[in-house]
């Protein structure tokens, strides 16, 4: 019942920076967790940084950890992901998630965008 829809992926240079947005549509008010994930190819998916959408102090990945900054936009059901300091390592594809849950582990989330594509060249 919860339709999800990544932007703003692309190709940039490492220590350049990226946007990514999530749009969400449907029956969002039984969301709590909404986070960003992502997946390299030949690796697991991993948590990339959540935050709860009635607010709170959002979690990051170590990895990530002052470098990207998870916030949201109630008024167009949006959810962004700054990403400062990018690295090759960072290369990926990210999805953004939510459920009823808060967590970091990704089988906790039944509803998933499509994807957007990372790439940071060295």
């Known amino acids: 019942q919860v339709q999800l829809v990544e932007s703003g992926g692309g190709l940039v240079q490492a220590g350049g920076s990226l946007r990514l947005s999530c749009a969400a549509s449907?029956?969002?008010?039984?969301?709590?967790?909404m986070g960003w994930f992502r997946q390299a190819p030949g690796k697991e998916r991993e948590f990339v940084a959540i935050?709860?959408?009635?607010?709170?102090?959002?979690r990051y990945a170590d990895s990530v950890k002052g470098r990207f900054t998870i916030s949201r936009d109630n008024v167009k059901n949006t959810v962004y992901l700054q990403m400062n300091s990018l690295k090759p390592e960072d290369t990926a594809v990210y999805y953004c998630a939510t459920g009823p849950a808060y967590g970091i582990d990704y089988r906790q989330y039944a509803y998933w965008g499509p994807g957007t594509q990372v790439t940071v060249s060295s």
């Open positions: 935050l709860n959408w009635s607010g709170g102090s959002p």
């Open positions: 449907g029956r969002t008010l039984s969301s709590r967790g």
